[in-house]
């Protein structure tokens, strides 16, 4: 696959672009570590849903483009072997000049690959899969199909879980909700869009998720004293869009 790969600065903030406007993933300069982007501060979520201190111990990221969320899972949890899925080596070329990808086999393992393809020839299972894969023009392809959202549930642990980030403003968003509910089972969650548009869904298929709002709220706290990242504003439009029935979130 061949990308044509723009990067551009502005106000402190590195951008990664695929031959458009539209932002592929961003670092501030200043603190290369954060989560600049709205939308991969709330695929983090997911490690507020599994009470084990050691989770996620396995995660698989599919789609690389400026490496926030690998950098944030290799600096927060050193525990965290990561498996991290690319399909285009340009991506991941960029990632480590201008992005500040760390070089660590032992703990990162890079596969150029198409995610589908990859899951479908992989024995293994994680604690996490994060889905974040888009062409230039926004489309998921192949990683947004039913069959692809099979996959990932066959290829969880008991304790995992899958974050999907979703064009909420896309004609095809509630297509795309309606078949990661049906891959699982009706074992989905989709929160509110953000600023940007981006929905993010969450879903499920081992041990039953059902933390009440307050519990949430603590373990939101207990994430910004250990890595600084501040997931109460998210929980706070979750809770107004009325998101967790009865002040529980179920999955």
């Not at 406007?21 to 290369?32: F, L």
């Not at 965290?80 to 070329?93: M, T």
């Not at 603590?218 to 029935?245: H, M």
Request: glycine share 8%; net charge neutral.
């Amino acid at each position: 696959m061949a990308t044509s790969i723009d990067i551009r600065e502005e106000a402190g903030v590195r951008t990664l672009h695929f031959g458009s406007d539209w932002i592929q993933g961003a670092m501030r300069i200043a603190r290369p570590w954060n989560l600049e982007l709205d939308y991969t501060r709330e695929m983090m979520t997911a490690l507020l849903l599994r009470e084990d201190s050691r989770y996620p111990r396995k995660v698989l990221l599919i789609g690389l483009g400026s490496a926030s969320l690998t950098k944030f899972l290799y600096r927060h949890y050193p525990l965290a072997q990561l498996d991290v899925v690319e399909i285009d080596p340009g991506v991941v070329a960029a990632a480590r000049q201008f992005f500040k990808l760390p070089d660590d086999p032992q703990r990162i393992r890079l596969h150029i690959s198409c995610g589908a393809d990859f899951l479908l020839n992989s024995g293994k299972q994680w604690d996490l899969i994060l889905v974040d894969g888009f062409d230039a023009l926004g489309r998921a392809g192949v990683l947004d199909t039913q069959t692809f959202y099979l996959m990932c549930r066959a290829h969880l642990s008991q304790q995992g879980i899958m974050a999907v980030n979703l064009l909420g403003r896309s004609r095809g968003f509630k297509a795309s909700v309606e078949r990661i509910r049906e891959a699982f089972d009706g074992r989905a969650l989709c929160f509110p869009s953000c600023d940007s548009g981006n929905t993010i869904a969450f879903a499920a298929a081992g041990d039953s998720i059902e933390i009440a709002l307050a519990d949430f709220k603590e373990a939101a706290r207990e994430l910004k004293e250990k890595t600084g990242l501040n997931l109460l504003p998210t929980l706070a439009r979750v809770e107004q869009a009325q998101t967790c029935a009865g002040g529980v979130l179920v999955i």
